[in-house]
């Protein structure tokens, strides 16, 4: 967990805490919910079948939430730009997160893989 670990510290604000918080909500929605170090970024696994992750998009330094499943979730918050699979949400790092809209789509998520639609391990 070092390099997860770096990743956050070696940033500056608000960055750093506007990803810090997001992390911190992820892993509030549900206690299977673990944070991994894949690809350079975080990850969010649940029952080890990838979930979620957070990343800075390049151009414009601007923190987003990639949710893995997003083709099967529909949430005005999320879009999925060029991508097949992967829908995203931006945030305004200065700004307060919308904390109920990201419950929402993670909830939404969820369920997901909950009800088995996601296949997971048992």
Avoid at 38 to 64: G, M, T, V
Avoid at 108 to 116: E, I, T
Wanted: charged share 30%.
């Amino acid at each position: 967990m070092k390099e997860l670990d770096n990743f956050y510290h070696q940033l500056n604000e608000p960055l750093k805490s506007c990803l810090m918080a997001l992390s911190g909500i992820i892993l509030a929605q549900d206690t299977t919910l673990k944070p991994a170090w894949k690809y350079q970024i975080p990850f969010f696994c649940y029952k080890e079948k990838i979930f979620c992750y957070l990343s800075i998009r390049k151009k414009d330094k601007l923190p987003y939430l990639g949710m893995v499943e997003g083709h099967r979730l529909d949430h005005p918050a999320l879009i999925a730009e060029k991508r097949s699979r992967i829908k995203v949400m931006f945030f305004d790092p200065s700004e307060d997160l919308p904390i109920e809209t990201i419950d929402e789509v993670l909830q939404q998520a969820l369920m997901l893989y909950k009800s088995g639609i996601v296949k997971v391990k048992k």
